[in-house]
């Protein structure tokens, strides 16, 4: 064996490990009911689950020994401060792992660590356990300072970390070093520890050419130094590191082989690797790629990259401008896959008229889902029970019997006992939960629920009573989750179902009268081909590739303008309904001299929501939500320019690891949230950062899709096509130009920030040039408790306790939670 040495500088990371297989074990606890009230907000709450208290009580118990198991695994961390192996598995599983790592020093010391983990971690050194850490706050980081004892010469680090896997689950530990001189460490390795370096840098140099492929073939960037050196690319598609790891399957040459992909890249192309063309992938979405190297035929290193794929292609099809008739033609593209999904066999349903062999392959392939209650199954049983209530004419009797089934035995709230984690708590999820109660119980009112005990007639009227407090609280308040282009296609679901299928008038119009108010939502915030504003709960892929979302679909069936696509979830349903939509073109703005503003609020928390837009750019944000706190997945602010979906916006990253399972992560939602203040194309934000989080804040650069990225002092300028935008960074920036990121970020360091953004366009300005100008001669004074912006313009923006002033007139955020919208004339330059 040889050492892989490195060094770990004061306030990094003890982060090169060696490790055993990873033990991921299915739990089942007592089953047991309890009670939690829906989460009427977006924020992450807390929910302590029966099992895991369970769990708990069972671990704390045990004293964890050191293991006799290989450590035959090398961690190679890239970007990542943390010994990580987060996921998500939608039932519960325990997972355990130990590593191991080595310290050298020159004399026998005690020196100082910060540790943090969400579950639990033990330490020994040399042999003898010198911490145990078990904090177990389910994907909330606790940290605690610590020392470890070191003797002279070599010292064997090993760590242990355990955790309950509940859907979702943060599974990490970081080390950090707090002493004050360097420590020398090394892994044990069985392959030339400068090539391994070598792959890493080489590795550490990949990005993709675009964050979204719609044609051609996928396209890696590099730093092509060392690439003689690895002739041969793997690549893996979409493994779930925890549940999928390997997969083993035979190659061209017959052996088995671990590997989807393999490329030579002895011959590069200007420093780009090309890869498979996309129509060779099955995955339509955002897309996980594994690519690495096997050095001296022993070590494998892989880092992940991720992007979207837009493999469906519609443009040369033509829809319908009626309604009806599009939603049938689309319903026939719908089909065209082969891909097994619910709504697809609901689509074959309705357009055949029969409930036929195909259609029952499709409609069970969320079966098992359902049986094994696995984390959103309610958003697969509220469409299939609609589905059965709609069709039951034609659904052959042997297989109606099995949706009964799956129906009587399965678990509609936490007020029947069992030891699932289905996240019951959020609003989109208490809606479809309420509303799989009420159709079940209303097609099988004289069964008795296994689960529950009760007879189907008692789960019908707890599941109408249950909607119609979900819809007083909707009504009032509208969406906790707002403007999401996650959550409100799931809503939808529930919506749709609802109006098709409610055996009760009343819960039918409350169901019409959701549906009105959405498509209002989704029209208001509506630019180009999809929702362009500030959401209440986002993840990475609705902002780099929202083509590829369902309310782009939606605003597709609609009206034609958004993009088509393969989201189904609730699109089918509008598509076999007869809903049409309220009279909503007023909300389109295609006459450039134009603009239309838009505020309103959300949620019992009282969000406001700002969104101006005009032909060229929308700009929207979330005014003063939650400033200088720590945030979630809440998308606070977003610009997008032109009607081509090129999205720009500026977050504070909640991880390090660039395309991470954290909530927030690198480029959704805000570790610390900032203040914002926006007046028409005008927005001013505040961040004042916080340890132990990321000491910057960056900005989102599609760069494929732009056509000038301008840096002019603390000035970063933007054109896409005729539409410009202007971003001061009161700390300055830089651009990053290497890594996974690269050109697509522009990242301001340090711990107070306040940043200014300014769109425009070429009707306002009339060319690119004037209007940097005119941004170059404005006049920015920052101060702690007052700044300033401004410019011939709008005159002068002021930020005086948190509040925005307009040339010395406050402004008054005082829209209601009912739409208000004014339409405005485009303001020209006076230069």
């Known amino acids: 064996m040889e050492r892989y040495t490195y060094q770990v500088q004061p306030n990094q990371p003890l982060n090169r490990w060696i490790y055993t297989d990873l033990s991921i074990e299915p739990y089942e606890s007592e089953k047991d009911t309890f009670e939690q009230p829906v989460n009427l907000t977006e924020e992450y709450v807390q929910i302590e689950y029966p099992g895991r208290k369970q769990f708990l009580e069972e ?124 420590l020398d460490a090394y892994i044990p390795v069985n392959a030339s520890p400068e090539k391994m370096k070598k792959a890493e840098e080489l590795l550490t140099s990949f990005y993709f050419s675009k964050d979204l492929y719609d044609s051609g073939s996928l396209e890696i960037y590099l730093d092509s130094e060392h690439i003689d050196l690895f002739p041969q690319l793997f690549v893996n598609v979409n493994r779930n590191h925890l549940l999928n790891p390997v997969l083993v399957k035979e190659s061209d040459e017959g052996t088995e082989s671990p590997y989807d992909y393999f490329f030579q890249v002895n011959n590069l192309d200007e420093n780009k690797i090309t890869l498979m063309p996309i129509s060779e992938l099955s995955a339509n979405g955002l897309a996980y790629f594994d690519i690495g190297f096997v050095v001296d035929g022993e070590v494998e290193i892989s880092r992940r990259l991720v992007t979207a794929i837009l493999a469906n292609d519609y443009s040369s099809r033509f829809f319908s401008d009626e ?97 699932d ?18 159709l079940a119980g209303h097609m099988y009112p004289e069964r008795v629920f296994t689960v529950s005990n ?71 915030n509506l630019q180009g081909k999809t929702m362009s504003t500030t959401y209440g709960r986002v993840y990475e892929h609705d902002l780099k590739a929202m083509e590829l979302g369902e309310v782009a679909n939606l605003a597709f069936i609609a009206w034609k303008k958004g993009n088509l696509n393969h989201a189904l979830r609730s699109t089918t349903l509008f598509c076999i309904s007869d809903y049409t939509p309220p009279q909503l073109e007023q909300n389109f703005i ?135 935008l202007g971003i001061y960074f009161s700390q300055g920036f830089e651009r990053i130009k290497e890594g996974a990121v690269a050109y697509r970020e522009a990242r301001a360091c340090g711990m107070s920030h306040k940043i200014v953004c300014i769109c425009s366009s070429e009707y306002e300005h009339k060319t690119f040039s004037n209007f940097m100008q005119e941004q170059l001669e404005s006049e920015i004074h920052i101060a702690d408790e007052e700044w300033s912006y401004q410019n011939q313009q709008v005159g002068t923006l002021t930020i005086k306790e948190e509040e925005l002033y307009v040339n010395h007139q406050k402004v008054e955020y005082n829209a209601g939670y009912r739409f208000d919208s004014e339409l405005l004339e485009c303001q020209t330059s006076k230069c």
């Open 59 to 182: 671990r704390l118990k045990n004293d964890i020994k050191l293991t006799d198991s290989p450590f035959h695994h090398i961690y190679f961390p890239f970007e990542n401060t943390r010994f990580e192996f987060s996921s998500f598995i939608p039932t519960p599983h325990v997972l355990s792992v130990y590593g191991k790592s080595y310290i050298v020093t020159e004399k026998e010391e005690t020196l100082p660590f910060t540790l943090s983990t969400c579950g639990s971690v033990e330490i020994w050194v040399n042999n003898r356990k010198q911490i145990s850490y078990t904090p177990y706050t389910r994907n909330l980081a606790s940290y605690t300072p610590i020392h470890l004892n070191l003797q002279k010469g070599t010292n064997e680090i090993v760590i242990y970390m355990d955790d309950l896997a509940e859907r979702d689950v943060n599974y990490f530990m970081e080390l950090r070093y707090t002493g004050q001189q360097p």
């Open 590 to 724: 295609e006459d450039e001299s134009k603009a239309l503003v838009s505020q309103y609020i959300q949620g019992i928390k009282k969000v406001y929501t700002y969104n101006y837009k005009t032909k060229n750019y929308c700009m929207s944000s979330a005014i003063n939500f939650n400033a200088f706190k720590r945030g979630h997945q809440q998308h606070a602010m977003n610009i997008a320019l032109g009607q081509d979906n090129t999205q720009v916006w500026i977050n504070h990253p909640g991880e390090s690891v660039y395309s991470g399972e954290n909530r927030p992560s690198f480029w959704a939602g805000n570790g610390i949230s900032p203040n914002i203040r926006q007046y028409k194309q005008y927005m001013l934000m505040e961040y004042r950062l916080q340890e132990p989080f990321l000491p910057f804040i960056h900005a989102y650069l599609p760069f494929w899709k732009l056509d000038e990225i301008i840096e002019k002092g603390n000035w970063l300028f933007v054109r896409k096509d005729q539409t410009y």
């Open 454 to 524: 009760r007879t189907g007639m008692e789960q019908y009227e707890i599941g109408k009573k249950r909607l119609e407090e979900w819809f007083d609280v909707f009504f009032d308040y509208g969406f906790s989750e707002w403007n999401s282009t996650t959550y409100l296609p799931i809503d939808l679901i529930g919506f749709f179902s609802l109006y098709e299928s409610a055996p009760d008038a009343s819960i039918r119009d409350l169901a019409k009268k959701a549906l009105d108010i959405t498509f209002e939502i989704i029209a208001i």
């Open 421 to 438: 984690v289905m996240w019951y708590f959020s609003e989109n999820h208490a809606l479809l939960f309420h509303i799989s109660q009420y």
């Open 323 to 419: 309604l009806s008739e599009r939603k049938k033609e689309i319903l026939e593209f719908f089909v065209e896959r082969d891909f097994l999904d619910l709504n697809t066999g609901i689509a074959l349903a309705h357009l055949n008229g029969v409930v036929d062999s195909r259609a029952i392959q499709h409609i069970k392939s969320c079966f098992n889902e359902i049986e094994k209650k696995g984390d959103c199954a309610d958003f697969r049983l509220a469409p299939l029970l609609g589905f059965t209530i709609k069709y039951q004419d034609i659904i052959p009797a042997d297989f109606h019997r099995e949706i009964e089934e799956l129906a009587v035995n399965f678990r509609y709230w936490i007020d029947e006992p069992g030891n």
